[in-house]
């Protein structure tokens, strides 16, 4: 459910607040990092000191070093480019598709940093002084470093000034990767959900549902694509 409610609102807070993106979007990012530095810091505080949140607070820190509410920006830029053109909400979504991916991105390096470091220093010794080899577990970890390693070329050639400094065919070809890292979550959060002792077939099913439906969408707008092309092109030269 939390997962659900954090896509509802990030969802709403980007459509109300489009123009506010677009504008300030260097606003948008310091909050992003603002976030992750004291979702990390408290992270750090957490492992070497046993500090502990409660309530509310708890809830949103949670949810932030899980990754939620970067997903539900990277949701969001996955189906700005899937969905119809015409749309009011797809036109509203395209025109801050890179600022959402950046923030969703900054958001996520916590995430990355602290549970790596985390598998490092407290779980990698455990597993080889106990001799196991926890397939699952060790999986969902490979998955998600290489999706964390393919997402940073992502961010820093979705930053503006970097773009303009590089060539429309060599960012296209970097930003391709984006299909892989989009899938690599996926399977990420899969594997977690299928490691843990009881599975959770409501979040089971709400990331299946969303991960599916983009790709459907997507088969369907490349198609529709395809077929328009040699019709675009009969009209050039006639």
């Given at each position: 459910?939390?997962?659900?409610?954090?896509?509802?609102l990030?969802t709403?807070?980007?459509?109300l607040?489009?123009?506010?993106?677009?504008?300030h979007y260097?606003?948008?990012?310091s909050?992003?990092?603002?976030?992750a530095?004291?979702t990390?810091?408290?992270?750090?505080?957490?492992?070497?000191?046993?500090?502990?949140?409660?309530?509310?607070?708890?809830?949103?820190?949670?949810?932030s070093?899980?990754?939620?509410?970067?997903v539900?920006?990277?949701?969001?830029?996955m189906?700005?480019?899937?969905?119809?053109?015409?749309?009011?909400?797809?036109?509203?979504?395209?025109?801050?598709?890179?600022e959402?991916?950046?923030?969703?991105?900054?958001?996520?390096?916590?995430?990355?940093?602290?549970?790596?470091?985390?598998?490092?220093?407290?779980?990698?010794?455990?597993?080889?002084?106990?001799?196991?080899?926890p397939?699952?577990?060790?999986?969902?970890?490979?998955?998600?470093l290489?999706?964390?390693?393919?997402?940073?070329?992502?961010?820093?050639?979705?930053f503006?000034?970097?773009?303009?400094?590089?060539?429309?065919?060599?960012?296209?070809?970097?930003?391709?990767?984006?299909?892989?890292?989009?899938?690599?979550?996926?399977?990420?959060?899969?594997?977690?959900?299928?490691?843990?002792?009881?599975?959770?077939?409501?979040?089971?099913?709400?990331?299946?549902?969303?991960?599916?439906?983009?790709?459907?969408?997507?088969?369907?707008?490349?198609?529709?694509?395809?077929?328009?092309?040699?019709?675009?092109?009969?009209?050039?030269?006639?």
């Amino acid at each position: 459910m939390i997962f659900i409610c954090t896509l509802i609102l990030v969802t709403i807070l980007s459509l109300l607040l489009t123009s506010s993106i677009k504008k300030h979007y260097y606003l948008y990012y310091s909050l992003a990092t603002g976030v992750a530095i004291i979702t990390s810091f408290y992270e750090i505080l957490r492992i070497t000191s046993n500090a502990k949140l409660e309530g509310v607070i708890l809830t949103l820190e949670k949810t932030s070093i899980r990754g939620l509410i970067s997903v539900s920006f990277f949701i969001l830029v996955m189906y700005a480019g899937a969905l119809n053109q015409k749309w009011t909400i797809t036109k509203k979504l395209r025109s801050i598709r890179a600022e959402l991916a950046i923030i969703g991105a900054i958001m996520l390096l916590p995430h990355g940093i602290v549970y790596f470091i985390r598998f490092i220093i407290l779980k990698l010794p455990k597993i080889i002084n106990e001799g196991s080899f926890p397939v699952l577990y060790l999986s969902y970890i490979a998955v998600g470093l290489i999706g964390f390693i393919i997402m940073i070329p992502l961010l820093i050639t979705s930053f503006k000034k970097i773009r303009r400094k590089m060539q429309g065919k060599q960012w296209k070809r970097i930003q391709r990767w984006a299909y892989l890292f989009y899938f690599l979550a996926y399977l990420h959060v899969l594997l977690i959900l299928l490691n843990e002792k009881e599975i959770d077939w409501v979040r089971l099913s709400s990331y299946t549902i969303v991960f599916i439906s983009y790709m459907g969408l997507k088969l369907l707008k490349n198609k529709e694509i395809n077929i328009a092309k040699p019709f675009k092109l009969s009209k050039m030269n006639n």
